[in-house]
């Protein structure tokens, strides 16, 4: 369920700009095509005050709102209404999202999308056993669901799916605090990040996405459906990178993944859904499929006018901001991620891998620590740090011949490892530009930028992960019977990072 509120932003500007551009003629002379000089710009680029809103508001009074689209064609009554809440930025247009029109309560049924109005790979390349090939080998579903609507986007009104493509543009992918994917930024609004994994995280999904770009030309090939309806539309050609980039994370912000359906149908692009609804970690409700459609079942009462939410997996903030541009305080699936391996130029490296392997875990050990659950995090790694620690062959045979994870733990060597945990908590912290205080104090300024003010919060989340974790080892310092003890010498100690 990780995926299930997966992914960024469509940073589709409004449609009277045509954000997504008309695709360049890879061979003009056999095709030759009246052409607007218009593309997808950044939104400071795109988005112009006064006149910007004039448009929109004549395109929507001329083709009414998505709700009324999709009631047109298909959309069964249902007990939810669009409401809107402003932009930080004056030149944007208030966020729309969905809001409960009645009193519900746990059980009801808000709405119930069908099929018809719902975009899944199987509309897309009209073939299941493509979609397979495609999204088993290079390419993801993501991929293939923002080329399908950029293509479609260059159809303007003709486009069926006009109205919803419309309704991404308004959003522009902006999560709860009106904030876009920080795939989206600047090189200096990243440095918001700087001292958390997520700044690497985000560039390593940044250069994933460019890969696929490289790849799309064959879902235009492969894909009948595609290829016989822009049979002089090459993709890469078409479509610039930084397009089809923002193309991608507005779908990804908005993508639901469906459960117990056929690969072709599991990501779903539904309009009543993200990035309209709200995401909430402690939220059970889920978007699934029934029959010949997608129902959303609320988990618990709602007053009339209030914003409907719902699940969006089990995921860590740090991915929360970068599919969906905000961060949870409340979210109990916050997690850091400490990585002990055993020093491979460790004589002994073989028995210690025997050990640890027997034991379900890897020469290279990922240990998730969770918000709240520190304590347990650091107690659990304390086994794997003492046999790293183990240099003498006796002691090394003696925990071979034994069950379970347990070593000789000597005085000398429990300080060691205590202090080496020590010292690599307080080196992450030390990666931080800011400290915890000077975060509470940025947090509290009314006027902060809200990119920075995403990024404090991750990393104030991350601190306070990383001092519970080191007040926990300290505790255990503290609670050795002998404090004269120095550290026993390790040449091979286990590395950290």
Not at 115 to 125: A, F
Request: proline letters at 8%; a neutral charge; hydrophobic letters at 40%.
């Amino acid at each position: 369920m990780e995926l299930t509120c997966l992914h960024n932003k469509f940073n589709f500007p409004p449609l009277p700009h045509l954000s997504l551009p008309f695709s360049k003629n890879p061979n003009p002379r056999i095709f030759p095509r009246k052409r607007n000089n218009l593309c997808l710009a950044s939104a400071s680029d795109t988005f112009v005050a006064g006149s910007r809103k004039e448009l929109s508001s004549k395109k929507d009074d001329e083709f009414g709102d998505l709700k009324s689209w999709m009631h047109k064609n298909g959309l069964p009554p249902c007990k939810v209404v669009f409401k809107e809440r402003p932009s930080h930025d004056e030149n944007s247009r208030p966020i729309h999202y969905v809001a409960a029109i009645e009193d519900l309560q746990a059980g009801d049924v808000a709405f119930s999308v069908p099929n018809s109005l719902i975009v899944t790979l199987e509309r897309v390349l009209g073939n299941e056993t493509v979609a397979e090939l495609l999204t088993t080998n290079k390419l993801s579903e993501l991929a293939c669901l923002a080329l399908y609507l950029m293509y479609e986007k260059k159809q303007g009104k003709k486009s069926f799916w006009y109205p919803y493509i419309r309704e991404l543009d308004r959003q522009r992918g902006r999560g709860q605090l009106a904030v876009e994917s920080p795939l989206l930024w600047s090189a200096d609004e990243l440095a918001y990040l700087t001292g958390s994994p997520t700044k690497a995280e985000v560039l390593e999904r940044a250069e994933g996405i460019k890969r696929e770009y490289n790849e799309l030309d064959t879902v235009w090939f492969m894909a009948g459906s595609l290829f016989q309806q822009y049979p002089y539309d090459i993709p890469t050609e078409a479509f610039p990178f930084e397009i089809f980039k923002q193309a991608f994370v507005a779908v990804q912000s908005c993508v639901v993944h469906l459960q117990k359906v056929p690969l072709a149908r599991r990501f779903a692009l539904v309009p009543l859904g993200p990035p309209l609804l709200a995401y909430r970690s402690n939220c059970k409700a889920m978007l699934s499929a029934v029959g010949g459609a997608v129902e959303l079942v609320v988990d618990r009462p709602y007053k009339a006018g209030e914003p409907i939410v719902v699940w969006c997996g089990p995921q860590p903030n740090s991915k929360l901001l970068i599919n969906y541009g905000f961060v949870d305080d409340d979210n109990s699936y916050d997690r850091l991620v400490v990585e002990a391996a055993l020093n491979t130029e460790d004589p002994q490296y073989q028995d210690k891998r025997l050990v640890v392997q027997r034991n379900g875990k890897l020469s290279v050990q990922v240990f998730h620590v969770y918000a709240g659950k520190e304590k347990e995090a650091v107690l659990d790694m304390l086994p794997y740090l003492r046999l790293g620690f183990v240099s003498d062959p006796s002691e090394m045979q003696s925990v071979l011949s034994s069950q379970g994870p347990v070593c000789p733990v000597s005085p000398c060597m429990e300080r060691a490892v205590l202090d080496q945990l020590a010292d690599y908590f307080n080196r992450r912290l030390a990666g931080y530009p800011t400290t915890l205080n000077e975060d509470e104090s940025l947090l509290s300024d009314p006027n902060l930028n809200p990119r920075r003010q995403v990024a404090t919060q991750l990393v104030r989340l991350e601190k306070k992960i990383l001092h519970a974790c080191l007040q926990v080892t300290i505790d255990l310092i503290d609670q050795l019977p002998d404090h004269t003890v120095s550290p026993c010498p390790a040449p091979y100690a286990p590395l950290l990072r």
